[in-house]
Each structure stands twice: as structure tokens, then as C-alpha cells.
């Protein structure tokens, strides 16, 4: 089975750009999360998707934003870049959206704003 | 939003056993807890998870205080690849609002060989 897909894996962006990220979740996976891990700020939740809807949100800027498709594939889409918002975005998928479900990462993307 | 403590880092020797431990006093009852590895210039991987009993994979063992105010992630004989930061979780039931993954800043474990 195919793990968590995310795409592009790299991707140079000038400051004021927009960018959209997507993630393959594994199939038959319903539920995809999306994180933010710069080096000062370690890992942090962004959003979570369940079945087309918005679960939950971290404590980002609304220029953060996301979404996910009927197929479960997942998009997330920064405007108005920033140098701050240069970081590895990670997405995970699991089964479904439950307090003992495990996720799986996929390799990230690395995102750089000059 | 309950959060973990872990040690910054913590080193072991290959083929000795590591306890790797985490606090979690705020913990509610239907908390469960989530352990995780990242290893360098990978995304996060499941490691174990467990809600009162001690649970235990292929991978490692997790070992969960009586009152849930602390637990143990337990490799059994760690080898070079276990090197990584391993990061304890809290994840509520999905009918609470709130319920995503806080990573915090994890135990960067070393192993020596």
C-alpha cells in the first residue's frame, strides 16, 4: 500500500507569493492533518480534515488555509508569503478521526521564501 | 489542552534497553497516549499508543502510571537507528473539540555505539 504522498518536495517562493501544497493520503483514509516544523518552533498543528470538513485548527493566520476533496486528498494553501513561513509542512493521514488513531506522515515539503 | 514533559535528550548505549519517560499530569480520563519518532530529515513515525494498560509492539513497549499522570516508552535493546527525537502525545476522543496532536519539543535520544 502506498504511504502518504506530498507534493512538490521542494519549492523556492519570493515573499508576497502565494503557494498550495498536496498531500495523497493513504487509500481508504479519511482523515488528513497538515503541520508546520520550523527549528525554532518544533512541530506545530496547523489544521485537521475529516471527511471534507475542517475539525480543527491550530494557531495560525487565516492566511493559512485548507481544504480536502471527496477522494480525500488534501490541499493546503499559504497567501501573502512571509520569510517566517519558510519551513517543512508535513501532512498525515489516518483511518479515521478518533483519540487512538494512528497517523502517518508523508516526507514533507520544503518550503523556502526569499 | 492537556500537554506532555519530556527530558531534552537522553543517550543509551547500542543493545541496552532505554526508558525514555514523559509527565502528563493534567491527563483526563479518556486521554490517550501517543508516542512518535522522528528521525533526522523524515517526517514523524507511530511508535505506540495506549490509554490505562501497558501496551506493547514490535516496535517497543508502553508502560502507563496507575493514576496516567506519567508514562514510558521502552525500547528494548536500541540500536543505531533508534536514533531520533521521540515525542510523547496527547490525543482527546474525536467528539472533543480541541482533540489534535501538541508534538511539544520531544527527547532527542542519542545511542552510542
Known amino acids: 500500500k502506498a504511504g502518504v504522498t506530498q507534493t512538490p518536495r521542494y519549492l523556492i517562493k519570493t515573499r508576497g507569493q502565494q503557494v498550495t501544497l498536496s498531500c495523497s493520503p493513504i487509500?481508504?483514509?479519511?482523515?488528513v492533518s497538515w503541520y508546520q516544523q520550523t527549528p525554532g518552533q518544533g512541530l506545530q498543528f496547523l489544521f485537521e480534515?475529516?471527511?471534507?470538513?475542517?475539525?480543527n485548527k491550530g494557531n495560525f493566520p487565516g492566511r493559512f488555509s485548507g481544504r480536502q476533496f471527496s477522494n480525500s486528498r488534501s490541499e493546503m494553501n499559504v497567501s501573502t508569503l512571509e520569510l517566517g513561513d519558510s519551513a517543512l509542512y508535513l501532512c498525515?493521514?489516518?483511518?479515521?478521526?478518533?483519540?487512538?488513531?494512528?497517523?502517518?506522515f508523508g516526507p514533507g515539503t520544503r518550503l523556502t521564501v526569499t | 489542552d492537556a500537554k506532555t514533559t519530556q527530558p531534552n535528550s537522553m543517550e543509551s548505549n547500542e543493545e541496552e534497553p532505554v526508558h525514555l519517560p514523559c509527565n502528563h499530569s493534567t491527563i483526563s480520563g479518556t486521554d490517550y497516549i501517543h508516542w512518535y519518532r522522528q528521525l533526522p530529515s523524515q517526517g514523524p513515525e507511530y511508535v505506540i499508543h495506549?490509554?490505562?494498560s501497558n501496551v506493547n509492539n514490535r516496535m517497543a513497549s508502553l508502560a502507563i502510571a496507575e493514576d496516567r499522570k506519567s508514562s514510558t516508552l521502552i525500547l528494548h535493546r536500541a540500536t543505531l537507528r533508534d536514533a531520533a527525537v521521540y515525542y510523547c502525545i496527547l490525543r482527546a476522543p474525536a467528539s472533543n473539540t480541541g482533540n489534535q496532536f501538541y508534538f511539544g519539543t520531544g527527547t532527542s535520544l542519542t545511542v552510542i555505539p
Open positions: 487509500s481508504g483514509h479519511r482523515s
Open positions: 498525515a493521514s489516518s483511518l479515521v478521526l478518533a483519540g487512538d488513531s494512528e497517523q502517518y
Open positions: 495506549g490509554l490505562t
Open positions: 480534515y475529516f471527511s471534507e470538513t475542517q475539525r
